[in-house]
């Protein structure tokens, strides 16, 4: 079982959101979308994980690789709508990453972004979502 995956961007703001379940078997698309991410946005990138069903020890793993790498390319990594089996335990060996309750909180947190909004996705992304 994979995920499928969505990027939005606008000015200074990035969201990926995942849909299905971040085990072992997605790790490499998961990484993927991030420097998908890396390369197609500015600003700090919101994960939203309203749509995962759940992740693995790897998976959380992933995400706190994604933070790293994201930080070395000048760019924050924040949480929304964590699922409730496995928070991501601060080890100290990744950049701090912001938890929010869900993703409307996380944008109003950074206000109303400007520009247009460009979207990328994989194929099988959730439709309705």
């Given at each position: 079982m994979t995920i499928e995956w969505r990027y939005t961007t606008q000015q200074g703001l990035g969201v990926?959101?995942?849909?299905?379940?971040?085990?072992?078997?997605?790790?490499?698309?998961?990484?993927?979308?991030?420097?998908?991410a890396l390369a197609r946005g500015t600003g700090?990138?919101?994960l939203d994980l309203t749509?995962?069903?759940g992740w693995?020890?790897?998976?959380?793993?992933?995400?706190?690789?994604?933070?790293?790498r994201l930080a070395a390319g000048g760019r924050a990594l924040e949480l929304a709508?964590?699922?409730?089996?496995?928070?991501?335990?601060?080890?100290?060996?990744?950049?701090?990453?912001?938890v929010h309750r869900d993703l409307e909180s996380a944008l109003a947190r950074h206000g109303d972004p400007s520009g247009a909004a460009r979207e990328w996705r994989t194929d099988a992304w959730p439709t309705g979502s």
């Open positions: 990926l959101s995942l849909a299905g379940y971040l085990g072992p078997d997605a790790t490499g698309r998961f990484t993927g979308a991030v420097g998908w700090p990138v919101v749509e995962l069903r693995s020890a790897g998976g959380r793993t992933a995400v706190a690789e994604a933070a790293r709508a964590v699922p409730a089996e496995g928070a991501l335990a601060p080890d100290g060996s990744h950049p701090p990453i912001p």
